[in-house]
């Protein structure tokens, strides 16, 4: 296989227990977001989880999935075990809280991964409203003239010294990587910006990885908290009214 997608499933989330498997207009929120990966073109999707019951829901409806160490620290070190796995040249790693991601988007990073001009690729979505900008949970990305990465940060960036914030990139969880990076993950020491600002793509860029960024369209809703949940659900209710 060419490309394939894997969602990594943790059982036991900190915020929100069990939210792999939490209902969404009657069906776990894994569902989703594996119907959403599987529209967006790509030769495979796997839910990679570390746990039975998470494997048990998947392939209830028909889906494909991998159980996996309960150990990882991160959803790409699950990615990276599955890979080991599955036979495919590049693998895009669709976060499992994100039922509202668009298939889209999903292509446009797969795209830019086969395109071969850096190892890991990412996307991000333009907005102005001043809450989110200096919101920590929002991630902000800055990036260079070619879009690649030049930092990530919950904190406000840029920085606007003489006027309100202009427009802003957020980052969306959502990240191709070459079968070869994922290999040499292992070998990557975490750093201090990773650790002071927990995010796990600056262990990349601290290990002199570039990360290439593609602008979207569509912006997406990451489920840590059960009020990010009722703000799915309610987004499901009117797609679905």
């Known amino acids: 296989m060419d490309c ?34 599987s529209q967006a073109g790509l030769d495979a999707v796997f839910v990679a989880t570390d746990h039975p019951e998470i494997l048990q ?17 991160s959803g790409t070190e699950r990615v990276a075990e599955a ?37 890991v690729v990412s996307a991000m979505v333009a907005m102005q409203d001043r809450e989110s900008y200096c919101n920590s949970a929002v991630v902000k990305v800055t990036v260079d003239r070619l879009r690649r990465a030049l930092y990530f ?25 070459t079968r070869e990076f994922l290999k040499a993950l292992k070998l990557l020491a975490p750093g201090k910006l990773e650790s002071a600002e927990k995010l796990e793509q600056l262990r990349f860029l601290e290990n002199g ?20 949940l009722e703000k799915v659900r309610k987004a499901f209710e009117v797609v679905s009214g």
């Open 153 to 177: 940060s919950r904190s406000p960036i840029p920085h606007y010294r003489d006027s309100s914030p202009g427009t802003y990139y957020k980052h969306l969880g959502i990240y191709g990587y």
């Open 4 to 37: 394939v997608g894997i969602i990594p499933a943790r059982y036991h989330s900190q915020r929100l227990p069990q939210k792999a498997l939490l209902p969404i207009a009657d069906k776990p929120m894994v569902y989703w977001v594996y119907q959403k990966a």
């Open 83 to 119: 890979a080991e796995k599955i036979d495919a040249r590049f693998f895009i790693n669709i976060q499992g809280d994100e039922p509202l991601i668009a298939a889209d988007v999903i292509r446009a990073v797969a795209t830019t991964l086969r395109a071969g001009n850096s190892p």
């Open 209 to 228: 990885i570039p990360i290439q960024m593609v602008e979207v369209q569509y912006d997406s809703v990451g489920v840590d908290t059960a009020e990010d």
């Open 57 to 73: 829901a998947v392939e209830s409806f028909g889906g494909r999935a991998l159980l996996t160490r309960t150990d990882h620290s």
